[in-house]
């Protein structure tokens, strides 16, 4: 039932993103503002930075939240390949690499402590990114109705109540762990630096945004990326290619945004991500090699667990 659910929404957002095309798409406008951004290397070089800025702090929170005993760089590699892996790849086999390379390179974090610190964070993300959707909804002044603010509130709530029983017994089991990992200001820390990784993020909707001309603000972006970012639990393609575009046009039309003008930096943002992937991805892959076996014995394990 889940799956078929998923399935379906997700077909609906790749119909979108055809329609989109279909009518919105402008060849000329889009090779134009990309021409923009590549003779502008210091915007380019911005937006990079704040993306890699996003992944550093979230580094550093998953080894806080391992008490100092995993290396940043492991933390980093397990980010990276996760990174891309999920951009090459239908099905999201990140979170099994990083749970895999955490083993590989330190030795004295167990199994079970390596799911638990990729588990928990990856539901704090969710957590973070719905919160920031519903707080835009909010206060930012956006054509959206009270009606369907309490909707959307409630399908929240609902959301996690379903994530609760999904994972009561994962939660019940590794309690201590998570109290101990979020004890005092180091649970905190750990918050701020993954909600900071979200605001960093949204740096590159901003800059694509500006560097065509348009006024926009800083807190429009960051409502727009996690909105889009936590539409991808619908993702069935690589990177989720055409949902992404879709649920971020809608997104950009809703704080103002004309659609051919959103339709382009919705591609363009998305082309720079997956850029810095392919960057950031083959630099750890040439720096920590993992045997392809392994790699494929994850990709089985998460198609087992869908």
Known sequence: MKTTFKRFISSLLIAAFLFLTFYYIDPGDMLMEIDMIASRPPVLILIFVSYFSAFLARGIAWKLYLKGRARLTTCMYGLFYSLLLN????????????????????????TQEAMN????????????????????????DLPITKVLVTGLTGAVIILAILLFFRFKSFFYNHLAIMKSAFLGWQGLLIIVLTFGSWILEAGVIYGVIKN???????????????????????????????????????????????????????????????????????????AYPIPIH???????????ES
């Not at 099905?91 to 330190?106: C, M, P, Q, S, T």
């Open 212 to 286: 065509g001309g348009m006024e926009y603000t800083i807190l429009k972006a960051i409502w727009v990326n996690s909105l889009t970012v936590a539409g991808q639990i619908f993702q069935i393609t690589p990177g989720g290619i055409a949902s992404y575009e879709a649920i971020m046009v809608f997104a950009l039309g809703a704080t103002g945004v004309a659609v051919e003008r959103g339709y382009s930096a919705a591609v363009i943002t998305h082309g720079l991500k997956y850029l810095f992937t392919f960057i950031v991805g083959g630099a750890a892959v040439a």
């Open 294 to 304: 392994l790699l494929k014995k994850w990709t089985k394990e998460r198609g087992n």
């Open 117 to 140: 610190s990729v588990v928990v964070l990856r539901l704090l993300d969710t957590a973070i990114l719905f919160f920031m959707a519903l707080l835009g909804l909010l206060f930012l």
């Open 87 to 110: 951009h090459l790849l239908p099905v999201k086999v990140g979170d099994f690499a990083r749970i895999g390379i955490l083993n590989a390179r330190e030795t004295e974090i167990s």
